[in-house]
C-alpha cells in the first residue's frame, strides 16, 4: 500500500504562483511514477504532469511553460510549481504514484484561481 498526502494548494489571484507537495509513504521501495491530475467541477481528471524515475516528464499543453514538476527521491515528494495562474487553472488536485503496475491517488488538494 501507498499513501499519498498532498499539501500546498489555496486561493490565488490571476497571474499569481502556488507551490504542491505531495508526500508517499508505505510499504515499497521505488516508485516508477509520481505526478498530479486535476478535475474541475462537472469535468473529467486530467493529467496535469507526471515524472518518472528514468527521468522522463511529461506535460499537458495547458500546463507547459507554466507548471513545473520535480521529486526528491530521498523525500518520497513530488512537488508541482505553477505560475502565471489563471482562472480555469481551478479544480482540485490529485497526488498520483503508480508502484509495481498500481495506481495510487491522493485525497486531493483544492486549488482557486480568482480576483
Known amino acids: 500500500q501507498v499513501q499519498l498526502v498532498e499539501s500546498g494548494g489555496g486561493l490565488v489571484q490571476p497571474g499569481g504562483s502556488l507551490s504542491l507537495s505531495c508526500v508517499a509513504s508505505?510499504?515499497?521501495?521505488?516508485?516508477?511514477?509520481m505526478g498530479w491530475y486535476r478535475q474541475a467541477p462537472g469535468q473529467q481528471r486530467e493529467m496535469v504532469a507526471v515524472?518518472?524515475?528514468?527521468?522522463?516528464?511529461n506535460y499537458a499543453d495547458s500546463a507547459k511553460g507554466r507548471f513545473t514538476i520535480s521529486r526528491d527521491y530521498a523525500k518520497k515528494t513530488v512537488y508541482l510549481q505553477m505560475n502565471s495562474l489563471r482562472p480555469e487553472d481551478t479544480a482540485v488536485y490529485y497526488c498520483?504514484?503508480?508502484?509495481?503496475?498500481?495506481?495510487?491517488w491522493g485525497q486531493g488538494t483544492q486549488v482557486t484561481v480568482s480576483s
Open positions: 498520483y504514484a503508480q508502484v509495481g503496475g498500481y495506481n495510487y
Open positions: 508505505g510499504n515499497f521501495v521505488s516508485i516508477f511514477l
Open positions: 515524472a518518472s524515475s528514468t527521468q522522463y516528464t
